[in-house]
Structure formats: structure tokens, C-alpha cells
């Protein structure tokens, strides 16, 4: 195990004490509270629970199953779920005979590594293949402590075909996060398995070496971003960055420069990645999960440690503002430390295939604590399921689709979207551009005018094409926005205060449509707070038509009328709820689909005119009724169906004021009439 190995940038020779210590510290086990009890209910039952998945068999019919849900897959045969029972295992001889059982029908079942097996691709599927080294390593290291003899040499066996597997160049999975795992897998098995010849570990070490070198040289950007466009992924291939130089240094005794420079370059991405509650914003395949903890400061950054705690630890970032425009992103706050400051995101991000949404020249605004202008987020890996073809598509995106059909999620146009270099003018302003020419015979050009409070946004989405098309500027609101929808504005209110108007110039508008939770084979109008979750929010489609054509929509924020909002709900503490579609078809009119009966202290519904717009806000559930408008005791406005929050054009002056007639189950009760406001 002496072999130098240059050749990789990584000077010296290894120590193969030094390194086997290591590896066999990380391999310290650790449990979940409920471990014993799931060991022996998974001995008893053959089966787990998982939180998303809910009950998995691992024993189907006396038999490991292979499923038709690949995330379930991976977890049962990359034996994933037994991650959290080590340290049980350690501590009793009964809880390693249970799990023994597992090891070795697996071994029996599956073990006989051939290729033209039927199951061959989900069994051996590349990660999954390396995730299983990985826990074999840690199993054999806790049943060799007990000297269970008769299990070890079974996965010894299995350790030994399968990082001959992962060593071959054609199961190689290449430089991207999957082929990452199989070498560093194929590293620990080098370095652990002492009753391997040594030359075979050495060329496996030498060749685990240099493909997680190309690998973390490949996955970068020149400004540090990891190229599979989230967040998560960013910070979690900057975690392996730093295991990595740990691993180096404990076999070489030093750490080559590139890898420190590779985590620094790193840590400003990820700082401006944090929206102002403390978490990722939901771009690509990210999960919006609390970032406290030691695990996740891999940067020893101060300023990392002041976005996650929301500035309550480290020390304030010395910028408000980044502009990443080889790799595709834009950020700007209005301040740091406060849950309620304003943040936007400019995304023109196509740096590689895995984890890559459709979209491209998505803008994403958060303000007063509240998700404003969102995304729908990840919802999993089945692409049959419409939930998750809607997640990657353009359609779950702030951008413009070109005549109803989503960009494809992937088609290996990365030169087609660029993001511009920023500037700010005399007033302060921000300007900035970016373009999307991935249509067949489109060219999309996102031009913002960003003020630096966020309470003004001018958006300019330029279309060039020689043909004639049907063009939807797409909208997605967050999970707190009630929608009212004029004939070339909305506005959006939370708890009856409005906090966002969005106007619309230019093309002649043929309509504007409404979706809060359609289903079916072509949902719309959804948010996934976590993989398998769902819940409807609001998402409106501008359709225009023409052929080279410009839309303007000029966004206002309003800070003031936002003061009177409660304490705000962080949008990783979102309902998780399932909530059911609603219908297959469009409304113009948001609102639930089901009667309910109206409580007494929701008849005092409430008038209030902001920025020539009468609101009208209907405590309680909402309920079905008749509700018309006066102006001057003259009959302006009636509506008729469910009532909850409404808004009316009030260019006019003089006094308003509204009339509520209950129908349906509260038809017994009397009407009731707002007080007059009057507009001067």
C-alpha cells in the first residue's frame, strides 16, 4: 500500500495505519431513538416504515422484493434503512442475529453479480451499488468486532466482486454526484479490506483517486457553483469536498490546495442560496430543511453560520447582492439577519443534465416572511406520475411557455441560456438580462429593473420568433396568496392585507386563467414542500398571442400595508398536508369547491380600498352567497357563487360599500351590508 500516486496531484505515499484509522472512524455508528423497536419489528413483520413512503415489505412473500418505485428500491437494496441501527447492533447479539438474516438472503438472492440478470440495472444501479459497499463495510467492521465469522466471509465475497464492479470503466457512472459515491466507496473498500492482495487495493485506491479528483475539478464552475443546479446538492458535494481533504491528509499527511480552494470558492454560493428564514430556496432538486448544525457548516464560515441561524450566530455576509453570470444566478436581499427582509432570485442556470428543472430565466421573490413569487418544488423520480412531470416542468415555473408545451427538462442545449452581468444606475436600480433560445424558433430575453427595497420589479420578457404562437407568462404564487384577477393586473393578499400587485402591458391580453390544485393528467397549481407532499397554491397564466412580441409585468411590492400582517410563517414549516385536486378544469376565481357553513362572527365581512382597488374580506370559511358591490347606492359589481376574498376596480370616487345575501345551507340567514368607505 506504499505506491505513490502522483498522477492524481497527490504527493507522498500513503500511510496505510493513518488511513485505516480514519476510515474506520467514520464508520462509528450512531441510531435513531426507535432503532431496537424497528429491528425487532422488522425481524417480526419484515417490514419498515418509512416517513414518505409509508410501510415498505423488505421480506415480501419470503422473498426481497424489487419494487416498482426506484426510490424504494434504492433503499432496500442499497440497505439504506439499516443506517440507522449500528450503534443497536453493536450493543446486542440478538439485534445482529435478526439483521444477519437479511444480510445473508440477500446475499443468496442477489449476490451472483451477472449482467444479463433481469433485474440487473435496478440491483446494480450504479449508486445504489456503491451505498451498499459502503453499509456492507460498516457491517462487516460490527460483526467481525463479534466475531460472526461464517456472515463476514459472505460479505467479504460481496465486497470483493463489488468493488471489482465499481472499478471497471464501463460501470463507471462518470463525473457526476453517483459516480462521486461509487469512488469514494471503491476508496474505503481500498483502504479497509486488509484481506485483499495489496496490489489489487493499490490500483483500486489509485483509480477511486483520480476519478474523485476529476470529478470535484469537473463539477464546479469557475465561480464555485456545482453544476446540478441545487442547492442542496451544492452544499452536499461541498461536504464531500471537505471529507475528502480529511481522508488526504490522514493518508498523506498534507491536503493538496485545490480542495481547500474548491470549498472557498464554494461557501459564497451557498451563503446566497439561503432565503432570509434560514433555508435553501426551492430551486431544482433541493429539500427545504433547517441548515443548523455542525454537519452542514462544512465552510468553518462565520457568515454561513449567520444565514442559517438567521442571524443569531457568526457574522454578517459583506454583501447583499451576487452576480454569478458564467454559471446562471442572481441574488439579491435587503438585508441580512431578518426573517422578513426581501429576496430575490434570477435563475438562468444550464450547467449540466442531473437535477436540472425547466427552468430557465425563473425569477423566485420572498418578502415579509412569506413565499410571494415560488416554485412548486421536487416531487420525486417517477417521471409516469404527473405530479412529477409537472414539477420539472416549465409550467411549475415563473417563465413563458411557447404554445401550451414545456421545454423538455434536459436536451443538452447548456450554450442556449445565459445570464448577463448586472449593473446598477444613477438611482440605484439594478439591471440585468438574461436569454433562453432552447424553443424550436423562439428566443426568450428576461429583462428585470429591480429597485433595491424590492418594492418595485419591472419585469421585460421580449419573444422573437418568425412564426406565430400562443405564448403563457406563468405566475406561481405562494401557499398564503389569495389571487383576485383583473382584466390586466392581480393582486395578492394575505390574511385580506395585500402585499403584491403584478400589471401587465403590452400585447393585447386574450385572458388570464386560474389554477389552484388542478389534477390529472396535466396538473397545475401545486407546491410540494417535501418529495411525496402536496398542496395547492395559486398559479395564474397571462396568455397573449403574436409573433415577436414584448410583455411587460411591472411587480409592487407593498411594505408598508405589509406591517399589519401577523408573525409571518416560515415556508419550511408549510402545511404537509395531501390536498386532493380540486378539479380538471380552469377558473378565473380562486377559491375551495365545497360549502360550509357559515359561522356567525363571519358575517361581519369587511370593505377596505387600497391603491384604487376595493377589497372585500370574509372572515371564516368560506361559504356560498351573493355579493354585490355599490358605488353611490348604484349596483356596480355582483357575484354569485363561493365567497371568501374579492377585489374590485375603484377608480371612482365617492362611497362603496358591499351587500352579502348567504344562499345554500345559509340561506335562513339574514343579509348583511358593509359600512360605507369613502374614496376621495
Same mark, same amino acid.
Given at each position: ?6 498522477d ?11 488511513s485505516?484509522?480514519?476510515? #474506520?472512524?467514520?464508520l462509528?455508528s ?5 432503532s ?17 413512503w409509508g ?23 442499497? +440497505?439504506?434503512?439499516?443506517t440507522g ?9 440478538d ?10 438472503? +440477500? ?66 457512472a ?59 446538492y ?26 481547500g ?8 454560493h ?14 431544482s ?15 468553518a464560515?462565520?457568515e ?47 450547467n449540466?443534465a ?7 430565466l425563473?425569477?423566485? #421573490? +420572498?418578502?415579509?416572511g412569506?413565499?410571494? #413569487? ?35 427538462r434536459?436536451?443538452r ?61 406563468? +405566475?406561481n ?106 378539479s ?62 374579492f377585489?374590485?376596480?375603484?377608480e ?19 343579509p ?9
Open positions: 500500500m506504499g505506491r505513490s500516486i502522483d492524481v496531484n497527490i504527493y507522498g505515499s500513503i500511510d496505510p495505519s493513518s485505516r484509522d480514519y476510515i #474506520l472512524s467514520k462509528t450512531y441510531s435513531s431513538n426507535d431496537i423497536h424497528e429491528i425487532r419489528n422488522f425481524a417480526q413483520n419484515g417490514s419498515i416504515i418509512h416517513p414518505l410501510l415498505i415489505e423488505i421480506f415480501a412473500n419470503k422473498v426481497i422484493p424489487v419494487t416498482g418505485n426506484n426510490s424504494v428500491n434504492r433503499y432496500i437494496h442499497g +440497505w439504506i434503512f439499516l441501527w449500528y450503534e443497536s447492533l453493536e450493543s446486542s447479539l439485534n445482529l442475529r435478526l439483521v444477519e438474516n437479511f444480510v445473508l438472503e +440477500w446475499i443468496s438472492e442477489y449476490g451472483n453479480i451477472q449482467r444479463n440478470y433481469t433485474n440487473f440495472m435496478t440491483i446494480y444501479h450504479d449508486e445504489t451499488t456503491a451505498q451498499r459497499l459502503k453499509a456492507a463495510i460498516r457491517l462487516h467492521h460490527i460483526y467481525a468486532a463479534r466475531d460472526r465469522r461464517f456472515l463476514t466471509l459472505k460479505l467479504e465475497r460481496l465486497m470483493d466482486e463489488t468493488a471489482a464492479l465499481l472499478a471497471t470503466e464501463e460501470f463507471y462518470g463525473k457526476n454526484n453517483h459516480g462521486m459515491f461509487q469512488s469514494k466507496a471503491l476508496r474505503d473498500y481500498a483502504v479497509y479490506a486488509d484481506w485483499a492482495d495489496d496490489f489489487v487495493r493499490s490500483e483500486y485506491l489509485g483509480t477511486s483517486l483520480k476519478r474523485i479528483s476529476e470529478y470535484f475539478k469537473y463539477s464546479f464552475t469557475s465561480e464555485g457553483v456545482h453544476i446540478e443546479h441545487s442547492p442542496s451544492h452544499l452536499m458535494v461541498s461536504r464531500h469536498i471537505h471529507e475528502h481533504s480529511q481522508f488526504v491528509r490522514a493518508a498523506f499527511g498534507k491536503c493538496p490546495p485545490e480542495l480552494k474548491s470549498l472557498k470558492d464554494a461557501e459564497m451557498a451563503i446566497h442560496c439561503i432565503q432570509p428564514n434560514g433555508v435553501f430556496l426551492p430551486l432538486d433541493s429539500a427545504q430543511v433547517s441548515l443548523l448544525g455542525e454537519k452542514n457548516n462544512v465552510f464560515s462565520e454561513f453560520a449567520y444565514a442559517t441561524s438567521v442571524g443569531k450566530f457568526g457574522r454578517v455576509p459583506n454583501t447583499r447582492t451576487l452576480s454569478e453570470p458564467e454559471s446562471g444566478y442572481f441574488f439579491h436581499r435587503t438585508s441580512w439577519g431578518n426573517s422578513s427582509a426581501g429576496y430575490l432570485a434570477f435563475v438562468a442556470a444550464y449540466g442531473y437535477h436540472k428543472h425547466s427552468d430557465d425563473h425569477l423566485y #421573490l +420572498w418578502k415579509y412569506y413565499e410571494l #413569487l415560488t416554485e412548486s418544488g421536487p416531487f420525486g423520480y417517477q417521471m409516469e406520475n404527473p405530479m412529477v412531470k409537472f414539477a420539472f416542468s416549465q409550467h411549475a415555473h415563473n417563465c413563458v411557455v411557447v404554445d401550451h408545451k414545456s421545454l423538455p434536459h436536451d442545449k447548456y450554450d442556449r441560456v445565459k445570464m448577463g452581468v448586472y449593473n446598477v444606475d444613477e438611482s440605484g436600480d439594478i439591471l440585468i438580462s438574461a436569454s433562453n433560445s432552447r424553443f424550436t424558433d423562439t428566443v426568450h430575453k428576461r429583462s428585470l429593473y429591480v429597485s433595491d427595497d424590492l418594492q418595485e420589479i419591472r419585469v421585460e420578457d421580449q419573444l422573437d420568433s418568425e412564426s406565430h404562437h400562443t405564448y403563457s407568462l406563468i +405566475w404564487f405562494g401557499q398564503f396568496l389569495k389571487i383576485s384577477i383583473f382584466d390586466n393586473h392581480v393582486i395578492g393578499c394575505i390574511n385580506s392585507v395585500p402585499v403584491i400587485r403584478l400589471d401587465f402591458s403590452g400585447p393585447m391580453i386574450e385572458k388570464i386563467i386560474h389554477f389552484s390544485g388542478r389534477g390529472g393528467a396535466r396538473p397545475r397549481g401545486w407546491r410540494f414542500p417535501k418529495f411525496g407532499h402536496k398542496h395547492a397554491n395559486s398559479q395564474i397564466q397571462v396568455i397573449f398571442e403574436g409573433q415577436s412580441e414584448k410583455i411587460i409585468t411591472k411587480i409592487t411590492t407593498y411594505d408598508r400595508d405589509a406591517e399589519r400582517l401577523k408573525k409571518p410563517v416560515p415556508s419550511h414549516h408549510l402545511s404537509e398536508l395531501s390536498v386532493q385536486a380540486s380538471d378544469t380552469a377558473s378565473t376565481t380562486p377559491g375551495p369547491v365545497a360549502d360550509n357553513q357559515m359561522e356567525l362572527n363571519a358575517l361581519f365581512g369587511t370593505l377596505q380600498h387600497q391603491d384604487k382597488v376595493m377589497l372585500f374580506h370574509l372572515p371564516g370559511k368560506s361559504t356560498r352567497a351573493v355579493i354585490r358591490l355599490y358605488h353611490d347606492h348604484q349596483l356596480l359589481h355582483e357575484h354569485r357563487g363561493l365567497v371568501k376574498n377585489a374590485w376596480s375603484a371612482q370616487k365617492g362611497k362603496y360599500r358591499a351587500r352579502i345575501f348567504p344562499k345554500g345551507i345559509n340561506r335562513t340567514m339574514k348583511f351590508t358593509t359600512d360605507w368607505v369613502i374614496v376621495s
